[in-house]
């Protein structure tokens, strides 16, 4: 019945929590676990298929205030296209169009003046020509008007292309972002989900959505929809008939505002759409099938980077989202950043590099210096070629955003890179030195300066220009190693963003980041598998009756205690789980059914037996320390009537001459007060170390170690008991001689000694005692008698010492008979702590021992010389007189062959 009772206790509470896992109350709490879980997940090293190309503060000082003009990401685009990225993942929202005109600023300061600058000077060298050849007669008068004609032609045509490109100053930002997207090939522009319809213009993109970016997905009759959202809103609609893909933006946010879990793929009318970051990885898996069930998404034979085909099973939540597995430290201390400040250096330094390439092709005079170096005639060669090159790069890039056109776009990059390896052989002869040596001639000569001022112009434009050749090339060499083949991810992180969020890790998190730990967590499978709730609440329902149901019998500590620590087992077992499986068993749970039925049943026990453990607390409380009292008090079954069997310890004291005491003091008042004084300071110390005080025999103390409470280490309690009485018993003999309280000083002797001895109430139900007896019993108070033949204050048997270990510095003296008790006993005679004796004390018992030793191999004549020796560290020391008299009646009359050293003593 009583097992019942507690099981049922242990059901109730399981049933309890039960209900409120199914109803969510318990879901917040078990989020918060879900974080401190996450800070035990070993550390891994996070893959390098993610860049974050960021909006960040450096960017905004290049840039300008956010948001930016269109033109500005479709240059970035156009780089990420020749560094070779996998994907180009918006987490920006074009929604609207901008309706800003923009401008290309490197044509218009650079590029337009030398068009201008070169037709002009194509139709003037043309017109001079022709000219100069009627005047010398080299035309005839009838071949004029065709002449005339191809000139007409040339102003015409240069016209023309004049008229094309300054119309290429001005440009449709969003046109010129849309054309960016498509030749790119590999951009992903963003899908907002709506919990409401869309009307208008922005109702009718539904149609793009549902034709260029849903995703067939398999998914079985009870899988998870998504969120509840009811409408779709892609992107400004050239931006999503351009872009590759999209994937909807929007991420689950718990209750406490932080992101744990994303949904991978979410139904809208019918069609299926997958999240921003998934919807290219799945591209680059190949564009495998999708199989989506209540709790797993399944890519089926999704193709690696090794060209392997495999399944990739991801877990998901009750609700059909994946767990987040994010990394420990903050947005920026992982994967690699990029500041799309980068782009803009690259775009400064072509321009610089322009302006600089024209100056020295056009104002300086470099073919006066090469007229005396001919090394130097090929500068102005390179550079002309230089700048035809990146006349024809501007050309295809024009073309290439026009037409969508690959090929194009490759002669763009093929060209500018040309250019700039030309204008690096610049600097293969070092022209500077060669100028400064031209000019060093004409020193002394006039113009001698103007030639001076020349060479240093030239040099000065050289170093510019080759600084910004190498810092070109730097920031080249490097954009290409970080973004080729990499998943590049666009958002804002500058200090003006409110895409500002909170993880398990972080109140303050750049949320674009979220995009990188969901590639990351897929590519790496390093899944976050949450276990069912039915899972949890079965556990729940059987484990916990079982339990209590069995630990019923426990005494109250001891069973409290167990399930404590089923408790602590069970949340160390679930924090080992998801640190090296990653299951996730939230057992906040079962923690607190677990509590909540332990302090029931114990409130329910408590009051049941408090009456009880209040008449053990009175009754033992003036006889054992108050440890003792408190496990009695736990399991009273120890205190019924009976006695049982104990490897323990005993110890009796008894104070020397106490009859001569009592006779000089005469007065009992006196002799009472004496005797409770030295009394309570003995009993004190042996209540300190867990001792029971067994009785009280006038001045003499009867106590035992190791019950009614076991005692691992009994032997060493009551040894350190007796050595701290005597050093007590100093301190107390100094206050009764000031005070007069005794005419002698009070002198215990003490015997204590290891052994099998019974303890137990002995007497009725109504009057009882709790005693020890047996042999062991009686050897102990023997022992403390014998200390008056020789001389000692604490005799322990050689058992009780050999327990104690190294703790205590004892000499062994004779081995005896005491009386009535056959057996033969060492008799040991305790000094001191080991750690807190003398040097002389220690000197004494090793000295006495090889004496000892000597002596009882009859090595006679060793053994005076030892004894003597002690007598001389401890003058007076009783032990060494007893055998130095005993080898004196040796040396007259030795023992026979049959002695083995054994003394019989003969009196108690």
């Given amino acids: 019945m009583k097992n019942l009772k507690n099981g049922l206790i242990g059901f109730a509470a399981a049933v309890v929590f039960s209900l409120l896992y199914l109803i969510g109350v318990m879901t917040a709490l078990e989020d918060q676990i879900y974080n401190l879980f996450l800070r035990f997940r070993a550390d891994r090293v996070l893959l390098e298929d993610v860049v974050f190309l960021n909006i960040n503060d450096p960017a905004i000082d290049e840039y300008g205030v956010f948001p930016w003009p269109r033109h500005i990401y479709a240059d970035g685009l156009l780089r990420l296209k ?14 609207d169009r901008s309706g800003h005109q923009g401008i290309d600023s490197l044509y218009l300061e650079h590029g337009l003046s030398h068009d201008f600058a070169r037709s002009f000077s194509d139709i003037a060298s043309n017109t001079s020509d022709l000219l100069s050849a009627i005047q010398t007669g080299r035309i005839r008068n009838a071949d ?8 007409l032609n040339l102003i015409n045509r240069e016209q023309f292309n004049l008229y094309n490109r300054a119309q290429n100053v001005a440009r449709d930002n969003d046109q010129y972002f849309a054309q960016a997207m498509a030749l790119n090939g590999k951009t992903w522009s963003t899908l907002n989900l709506r919990m409401y319809p869309l009307e208008g213009e922005q109702a009718s993109r539904r149609t793009i959505a549902e034709q260029r970016f849903s995703y067939p997905v398999n998914a079985s009759p009870n899988a998870i929809l998504g969120g509840g959202f009811i409408d779709i809103l892609p992107a400004y609609s050239p931006f999503s008939l351009n872009a590759k893909g999209a994937g909807f933006t929007n991420v689950e946010v718990d209750d406490d505002a932080t992101r744990r879990r994303v949904y991978l793929a979410q139904n809208i009318f019918d069609n299926w759409y997958l999240q921003l970051s998934f919807a290219p990885l799945i591209d680059y ?20 980077s090794d060209g392997r085909k495999k399944d990739i099973v991801i877990p998901l939540d009750n609700k059909g989202r994946m767990m987040l597995n994010w990394p420990k430290e903050d947005y920026y201390d992982k994967y690699t950043h990029v500041s799309f400040a980068e782009f803009s250096f690259l775009e400064t330094i072509e321009t610089e590099v322009l302006k600089y390439a024209n100056a020295l092709f056009s104002t300086a005079d470099i073919h006066f210096f090469a007229h005396y170096d001919n090394t130097l005639s090929f500068l102005p060669i390179i550079l002309n070629d230089a700048i035809k090159l990146l006349d024809a790069a501007y050309d295809s890039k024009y073309y290439a955003m026009n037409n969508t056109s690959d090929e194009a776009f490759n002669d763009f990059v093929n060209y500018r890179n040309y250019a700039y390896e030309l204008l690096g052989e610049l600097f293969a002869d070092d022209p500077a030195q060669k100028i400064l040596e031209v000019s060093s001639w004409f020193e002394g000569s ?24 190498n810092e070109y090339n730097e920031i080249l060499d490097y954009c290409k190693k970080t973004f080729n083949d990499k998943f590049v991810i666009i958002g804002q992180t500058n200090t003006g963003t409110t895409d500002i969020g909170r993880n398990p890790f972080h109140g303050f998190y750049i949320n674009v980041g979220t995009h990188g730990v969901v590639l990351d967590t897929i590519l790496s499978e390093s899944f976050l598998v949450p276990i069912d709730h039915i899972w949890r609440i079965l556990f729940m329902l059987i484990f916990i009756p079982l339990f209590f149901m069995y630990t019923i019998k426990l005494p109250p500590v001891i069973r409290a205690s167990a399930g404590f620590a089923s408790v602590l087992f069970f949340l160390v077992l679930t924090i080992l789980l998801f640190r090296f499986t990653g299951f996730f068993w939230g057992p906040i749970g079962f923690i607190l059914a677990m509590f909540t039925a332990i302090i029931i049943r114990e409130i329910i026990s408590y009051a049941g037996s408090e009456k009880e453990k209040s008449f053990i607390r009175n009754a033992f409380s003036t006889y054992v320390s108050s440890d003792v009292v408190k496990e009695i008090i736990a399991d009273p079954s120890r205190l019924q009537l009976g006695g049982t069997k104990y490897h323990m310890t005993a110890l009796f004291t008894d104070i020397k001459g106490f009859s001569t005491i009592s006779e000089k003091l005469g007065d009992p008042t006196k002799l009472v007060s004496l005797l409770n004084k030295y009394l309570s300071a003995m009993s004190d110390v042996v209540l300190a170390e867990k001792g029971t005080i067994d009785k009280y025999i006038g001045d003499a103390i009867v106590a035992f170690f190791g019950a009614p409470i076991p005692l691992p280490d009994h032997a060493l309690r009551a040894c350190v008991s007796a050595i701290r009485m005597k050093k007590i018993e100093e301190e107390l003999n100094r206050e009764i001689m000031e005070n007069n309280l005794s005419p002698i000083p009070v002198l215990t002797r003490i015997g204590i000694n290891t052994g099998s001895m019974v303890a137990g109430n002995m007497g009725t139900a109504n009057k009882m005692n709790y005693t020890i007896m047996g042999n062991a019993v009686n050897l102990s108070a023997r022992l403390e008698s014998v200390n008056s033949q020789y001389g000692t204050w604490i005799l322990a048997s050689e058992q009780a010492v050999k327990e104690t270990g190294d703790a205590l510095l004892y000499r062994k003296l004779d081995r005896v008979r005491v009386v009535g008790i056959n057996e033969p006993v060492r008799l040991c005679e305790l000094i001191d702590m080991t750690e807190t004796a003398s040097e002389d004390n220690k000197k004494l018992v090793s000295v006495f021992h090889e004496a000892l030793e000597c002596f009882e191999k009859r090595d006679w004549k060793k053994a005076v010389e030892g004894f003597n020796e002690t007598l001389l560290i401890k003058p007076g020391d009783v032990p060494s007189t007893i055998y130095l008299d005993r080898l004196k009646q040796f040396s007259v009359t030795l023992p026979d062959e049959s002695w083995d050293g054994v003394y019989n003593l003969t009196s108690k």
């Fill in 82 to 95: 020749e560094y070779g990225v996998r994907a180009v993942i918006f987490d920006i929202e074009f929604i």
């Fill in 144 to 151: 004029i008007p065709l002449v005339q004609e191809d000139l």
């Fill in 285 to 304: 898996l190949g564009n495998p099938e999708i199989q989506l069930e209540r709790r797993k998404l399944t890519i089926k034979q999704a193709r690696l």
């Fill in 446 to 469: 006039a113009g001698a300066e103007d030639v001076e001022d020349e060479a240093y112009y030239i040099i000065s434009l050289l170093e510019v220009l080759g600084a910004y050749l």
